[in-house]
């Protein structure tokens, strides 16, 4: 098993700037990937963001981003920690939703966080 808890989220106008974090512990393989999806109103749950990491795979992971976020968001994550965060800067409203941070593990089977509300306004 896998728990991961989330923090971060929030208000902001658009412009601004939020930092998501998201800790995972329990039974942590490697390599893994963790990152976030998020679900907005009327739409499906969407892949934001991505970073798999761990042995054999190059220093700082493999990134993956939604088309919508490159440039203006960045994920990273602490493998000590196994950590994972989610810098957004240049928020627009279009990013507002709840954003579920996830892990997989090397077997495929996945792991959700409780969800952070993000909302920004115009």
């Known amino acids: 098993q896998v728990q991961l808890v989330e923090s971060g989220g929030g208000s902001v106008q658009a412009g601004g700037s939020l930092r998501l974090s998201c800790a995972a512990s329990g039974s942590i393989l490697s390599p893994n990937t963790m990152g976030w999806y998020r679900q907005t109103p009327g739409k499906q749950r969407e892949l934001v963001a991505a970073?798999?990491?761990?042995?054999?795979?190059?220093?700082?992971?493999?990134?993956n981003y939604a088309d919508s976020v490159k440039g203006r968001f960045t994920i990273s994550r602490d493998n000590a920690k196994n950590t994972v965060y989610l810098q957004m800067n240049s928020l627009k409203p279009e990013d507002t939703g709840v954003y579920y941070c996830?892990?997989?593990?090397?077997?495929?089977?996945?792991?959700w966080g409780q969800g952070t509300q993000v909302t920004v306004s115009s």
């Open positions: 996830y892990y997989r593990s090397p077997l495929k089977r996945e792991y």
């Open positions: 970073i798999t990491a761990g042995a054999a795979i190059t220093a700082g992971g493999i990134t």
